[in-house]
């Protein structure tokens, strides 16, 4: 699954990719790694204003959720979503069936490769795209305490590609990455529920991936990881006779 990824752009940069605006007052910052489970906000486009950027908050918490309590609780378990199951599983039903889409920036993210007893970290980005988007779903829910809409947003995932699988290697997921065709259509066109499913379930080509396993800096409880050094390349020993983590 994917819990971290880097925007690591100026605020000039993805507006213009997007043709989007940041909100007023927005003092955007390069994100070199960014933790799901702290809930960090992440500038979003929604397929319901795409000319703008939106600060939503990860993970997220269903409209029909009862209290500040249960959204704490649920909104862990909302991160990611199976692309297969969004027009089934409570979390996700709504905002898939009502067409709450929305394209997550990035310019890289972060998996684990497990080799025995070992977990060795790995960054990945795309070749092709300095930014990519990756699907996701979006809601607002409204704390019944202070009337407020408060919006949130999950990652989706789909079945790794061969570099992946790889890769992630105890689960095989990665995150919906979207080519330039898809994001237009994930944006901006009125997909059936069967279009969704199908567009959802092609992975990213391999080929147009790049990875590398870099140090473990990234889990240091001593040492900040949101900085770019977080991003740099470490080897291990371990993985020289492995060429399929590599592209």
Same mark, same amino acid.
């Given at each position: 699954?994917?819990?971290?990824?880097?925007?690591?752009?100026?605020? $000039?940069?993805?507006?213009?990719?997007?043709?989007?605006?940041?909100? &007023?007052?927005? %003092?955007?910052?390069?994100?070199?790694?960014?933790? $799901?489970?702290?809930?960090?906000?992440?500038?979003?486009?929604?397929?319901?204003?795409?000319?703008?950027?939106?600060?939503?908050?990860?993970?997220?918490?269903?409209?029909?959720?009862?209290?500040?309590?249960?959204?704490?609780?649920?909104?862990?378990?909302?991160?990611?979503?199976?692309?297969?199951?969004?027009?089934?599983?409570? &979390?996700?039903?709504?905002?898939?069936?009502?067409?709450?889409?929305?394209?997550?920036?990035?310019?890289?993210?972060?998996?684990?490769?497990?080799?025995? &007893?070992?977990? +060795?970290?790995? =960054?990945?980005?795309?070749?092709?795209?300095?930014?990519?988007?990756?699907?996701?779903?979006?809601?607002?829910?409204?704390?019944?305490?202070?009337?407020? *809409?408060?919006?949130?947003?999950?990652? *989706?995932?789909?079945?790794?590609?061969?570099?992946?699988? $790889?890769?992630?290697?105890?689960?095989?997921?990665?995150?919906?990455?979207?080519?330039?065709?898809?994001?237009?259509?994930?944006? %901006?066109?009125?997909?059936?529920?069967?279009?969704? *499913?199908?567009?959802?379930?092609?992975? =990213?080509?391999?080929?147009?991936?790049?990875?590398?396993? +870099?140090?473990?800096? +990234?889990?240091?409880?001593?040492?900040?990881?949101?900085?770019?050094?977080?991003?740099?390349?470490?080897?291990?020993?371990? *993985?020289?006779?492995?060429?399929?983590?590599?592209?």
């Amino acid at each position: 699954m994917c819990f971290h990824k880097s925007l690591a752009i100026k605020a $000039a940069e993805l507006e213009a990719r997007y043709e989007a605006a940041l909100p &007023s007052g927005t %003092h955007f910052q390069p994100v070199y790694h960014a933790n $799901a489970y702290q809930f960090p906000a992440w500038p979003i486009i929604t397929k319901q204003e795409p000319a703008r950027f939106q600060m939503i908050h990860w993970g997220l918490i269903p409209r029909w959720t009862k209290s500040s309590t249960d959204a704490t609780e649920i909104r862990t378990k909302t991160i990611n979503a199976r692309s297969e199951s969004i027009y089934e599983k409570p &979390s996700f039903r709504g905002a898939a069936q009502s067409g709450k889409r929305c394209l997550i920036p990035v310019t890289g993210f972060y998996e684990w490769h497990t080799l025995g &007893s070992k977990k +060795i970290p790995f =960054y990945i980005t795309t070749k092709d795209q300095k930014i990519a988007s990756i699907a996701g779903l979006w809601d607002e829910w409204p704390d019944p305490e202070t009337g407020e *809409l408060y919006p949130t947003y999950t990652l *989706l995932t789909t079945e790794a590609n061969p570099l992946l699988a $790889a890769i992630h290697n105890s689960k095989k997921r990665m995150p919906c990455v979207l080519t330039p065709d898809e994001e237009h259509a994930w944006l %901006h066109e009125n997909l059936t529920e069967k279009e969704v *499913l199908a567009l959802l379930a092609k992975p =990213y080509p391999a080929s147009q991936m790049h990875s590398y396993s +870099i140090s473990k800096r +990234i889990t240091s409880r001593t040492e900040p990881s949101d900085v770019p050094e977080v991003m740099q390349r470490a080897e291990y020993a371990e *993985l020289k006779n492995e060429p399929a983590l590599f592209t």
